[in-house]
């Protein structure tokens, strides 16, 4: 399976959604997969790592986020569940699970009822160690800045923002792979 097929279906390459998402994947791919090889201990599937990573953010075609020129009908916070869907229809239930479950440290049933977000009443947290390690990597990088790579500390505010639990759930994470 090549990701960039995949992307090819629901991307101009050259666009600025295009560009935003290949850009973006490529980072975080790159990054997931530098920590994978300083943790050969971990056992890690590095050619599942490299192919999620490059899809995670596939579904952001179907928002509406202008800035990085998606024009969809639904909200930005959407676009792992309908990256999920995509992924799965094109027969990649293992990679779908990480578009689904990368947002944040991941979103619990409880955060989605309390917070009120358009999304499906369902745990979406990262489970596996290649889930967790992509969602980690996408931290570092947004697609509205792609050259810069933030600081933990900036990260772990963001995360903050959204809740102590994420933002332990992040430090965790720092601890496993940093």
Not at 105 to 111: A, H, K, Q, R
Not at 130 to 139: G, S, V
Not at 170 to 175: A, I, L, Q, V
Request: glycine fraction near 6%.
């Amino acid at each position: 399976m090549q990701p960039l097929d995949i992307i090819r279906k629901y991307y101009t390459l050259d666009s600025l959604a295009g560009q935003s998402l290949l850009i973006h994947s490529q980072l975080v791919r790159d990054k997931a997969l530098a920590i994978a090889m300083r943790h050969a201990e971990m056992d890690l599937d590095i050619s599942f790592i490299k192919e999620a990573a490059m899809l995670h953010d596939i579904g952001i075609f179907l928002t509406n986020a202008p800035d990085i020129g998606c024009f969809g009908e639904y909200p930005y916070i959407c676009h792992g569940y309908l990256g999920a869907d995509l992924l799965r229809k094109e027969g990649l239930p293992r990679h779908a699970l990480v578009c689904e479950r990368h947002t944040g440290t991941g979103l619990t049933i409880e955060m989605i009822q309390e917070k009120h977000l358009p999304l499906p009443l369902r745990d979406m947290q990262p489970v596996t160690l290649e889930e967790k390690l992509i969602a980690f990597a996408d931290k570092f990088y947004s697609k509205s800045n792609l050259t810069r790579e933030k600081k933990i500390s900036k990260i772990r505010a963001e995360m903050l923002f959204h809740g102590a639990d994420s933002a332990a759930r992040f430090d965790e994470w720092c601890r496993l792979f940093l």
